[in-house]
């Protein structure tokens, strides 16, 4: 793949010295303050830090730093980052890493806006923010596709909810493969599964009848399986690599969703896992899928047979729907085994008695776009079924 510019509404700049591109052609567009927001201390031992500071001052910007967003952000890292944004009078967030701190700089953009509760705003009063402090992403994980989208995962400690909330979207984001190198290959692994989580949660929402969003869709998912694989072996293949890039972004641009009606069951159950759990998200949807799949199926059995059929070049020859459909299912099994994912809680490390399920269950938001519309008591078996 090509090194490019692309928009929707985004600016990405994707390959080599997409950073100082990026930098160099959009800051200078905002006032002097920049909040430079990350997680852990891996953006600087590898670099990174150290790169994108230079090419701020080089911009000549003052740049306050925001370390320490966790890998599952929280409500309370939101509400400190909006108050060091507001006590800096900061003009851009420089989001650097991956989903979750840009996931956690999208609310503190709109918080930093505004004296009322995002979460209340949202959540009780159904209002959602207008106004947003100015943001950018250079990514250092893919898989979420975070830096396409304005929808963040945050989790409410004191009410054990981990849930979407909306804010800003990214003015730009860097997608360059130099700051992705040193990510360890299960992050890697894990990441990308999320993004063919995301693809198949908005194919087999609705309609489920042919649609171009749905043939690009099987595109992406294909190509996502055929990378994977290749980096299973080799995390260090930069072709697959960039490969993957793209297709996360791809799987959260809004353009598979076109016309759909999506179906993020599968995500809704694992972050209430994660709520509970703050168990790694990609690891979480991979025990999750294949049993949900296995009791949703009969519901939208010629879908999930023609998802076998042109992603995992199943034949139908001589089966039924119903068989082709569960032959597409144990294949995806098959593939989160042979790329090194867990297949159950045990493996995943949760320690998941029926008391924490049940509350998981309870607590899961049932999505609209499900071929099932599931209950909590469906929920709780699907959970047990994963242990």
């Not at 996360?248 to 694992?270: C, P, R, W, Y």
Request: with cysteine; net charge negative.
């Amino acid at each position: 793949m090509k090194d490019f510019t692309y928009s929707y509404p985004v600016n990405v700049y994707f390959g080599t010295d997409a950073a100082k591109k990026a930098i160099s052609q959009e800051i200078g567009k905002y006032g002097k303050n920049v909040m430079l927001a990350y997680g852990g201390g891996s953006v600087k031992k590898s670099g990174i830090y150290d790169a994108v500071v230079s090419m701020l001052k080089e911009a000549g910007k003052d740049v306050t730093d925001f370390p320490g967003i966790m890998p599952n952000p929280t409500y309370a890292k939101v509400q400190e980052g909006a108050a060091l944004a507001k006590e800096k009078n900061v003009d851009f967030i420089l989001a650097v890493g991956g989903g979750s701190v840009i996931d956690c700089c999208k609310i503190i953009s709109a918080q930093a806006k505004t004296d009322k509760d995002i979460w209340e705003m949202e959540f009780t009063d159904h209002v959602f923010p207008t106004e947003f402090v100015p943001m950018g992403a250079v990514v250092t994980a893919t898989g979420t596709g975070a830096e396409m989208n304005n929808g963040a995962v945050i989790t409410h400690e004191e009410k054990k909810i981990k849930t979407g909330v909306f804010g800003a979207f990214a003015n730009f984001a860097v997608l360059d493969y130099e700051y992705m190198k040193s990510l360890p290959a299960k992050q890697v692994i894990s990441g990308a599964f999320d993004t063919l989580s995301h693809c198949m949660e908005t194919y087999f929402g609705s309609p489920r009848t042919a649609n171009i969003s749905d043939e690009i869709n099987e595109a992406v998912m294909r190509n996502v399986i055929r990378n994977l694989k290749i980096v299973s072996k080799n995390v260090f293949d930069e072709d697959a690599r960039r490969e993957l890039m793209w297709d996360s972004a791809m799987a959260e641009n809004g353009i598979l969703k076109l016309g759909k009606v999506t179906d993020f069951q599968a995500h809704m159950i694992e972050h209430q896992l994660g709520a509970y759990t703050d168990c790694n998200h990609g690891c979480g949807l991979a025990v999750i899928h294949p049993v949900l799949y296995r009791h949703i199926y009969k519901d939208a059995a010629e879908r999930f047979a023609h998802f076998a059929e042109t992603v995992w070049d199943i034949s139908a020859e001589g089966k039924t729907a119903d068989e082709t459909a569960l032959a597409g299912i144990q294949a995806l099994a098959d593939f989160i085994r042979e790329i090194g994912l867990p297949i159950n809680f045990k493996e995943l490390g949760i320690q998941a008695d029926d008391a924490m399920l049940r509350a998981v269950a309870d607590s899961t938001n049932i999505m609209a776009g499900c071929c099932k519309k599931l209950n909590a008591d469906e929920i709780f078996e699907i959970l047990k079924e994963c242990r």
